[in-house]
């Protein structure tokens, strides 16, 4: 490897690994809470205590990975605000046609979500993508990028939230 090609290669490592922690990256459900808004340049606009083993009503408790357990009805503008704010969405997927970050532009995303994965509505697709990135890659996609860890990071009303403004982009 010539010293250009070298420098090239250096320089794609170390971008990717700005992009990872742009977008409050992890792999793990080892994320606590304070590293999770450690990323953020503004405070998240929910509570993002740790998890605990003996939950009381109203503490934090994350949706995990789970798909079928029933979210709550979901508000489209608190869900701008975890997309813009309080989870770095907008770091890495634009709202506007034709411009891609280091993920899709969520212009039209409702519409596509819909037709993306067979048997899956587009609610469904979305709650995946959003708590396991990883299952299901498109044809665009060729590596997953995006954070493993926000299923740690969201409770299911945060994600109801999310999905509800995500549903409302239907470009």
Known sequence: MNRTSLFRFVAVVGALGLVAAAC???????TSASTATAVTTQP???TQAAPTTTETPGEF???????????????????EQLYKLGL?????HSLAEG??????????IAARAGTTREGYSAEEYLRES????CE???AEE?????PRNFGDRLDAQDLADVIAFLMTQSG
Do not use: K, N, Y
């Open 24 to 30: 409050g990256g992890g792999t793990g459900s080892t």
């Open 44 to 46: 998240p606009t929910t």
């Open 61 to 79: 408790e994350p949706v995990g990975t789970d798909l079928t357990t029933p979210l709550p009805a979901g508000d489209a503008a608190t869900g």
């Open 88 to 92: 770095g969405c907008a770091g890495c």
């Open 99 to 108: 411009v891609r970050l280091t993920g899709p532009s969520f212009l039209g």
């Open 130 to 133: 959003i708590v396991l990135p």
């Open 136 to 138: 299901f890659l498109t």
């Open 142 to 146: 060729v590596v997953c990028l995006m």
